[in-house]
């Protein structure tokens, strides 16, 4: 069965940085859409970033110019680099592959 693993979240303070990493248990070359979800509690899971195969990126508002998508084929993982931080990213982060199943995600806590 194919699987998400995700990683690197942490407890970081406001205006931290943190770098998640999603790897696929199989070949991502062909998956056309990945990105990253997150959900903070009580709250609905929301589309953070995604990239396609020819590497276009979408950010939702709230964190453009402070997150960047990217992946790496080779190594069938998908990355979010976070900077400055703020207290309304704490969620748990979850990637997405090509509508594989959900991994267990990583939790991400910023304090004030």
């Known amino acids: 069965q194919v699987q998400l693993v995700e990683s690197g979240g942490g407890l970081v303070q406001a205006g931290g940085s943190l770098r998640l990493s999603c790897v696929v248990s199989?070949?991502?070359?062909?998956?056309?859409?990945m990105g990253w979800y997150r959900q903070a509690p009580g709250k609905q899971r929301e589309l953070v970033a995604s990239i396609g195969t020819n590497g276009r990126t979408n950010y939702v508002d709230s964190v453009k110019g402070r997150c960047t998508i990217s992946r790496d084929n080779s190594r069938n993982t998908v990355y979010l680099q976070m900077n400055s931080l703020k207290p309304e990213d704490t969620a748990v982060y979850y990637c997405t592959a090509g509508g594989l199943p959900w991994g267990r995600g990583t939790q991400v806590t910023v304090s004030s």
């Open positions: 199989r070949n991502i070359i062909s998956i056309i859409f």
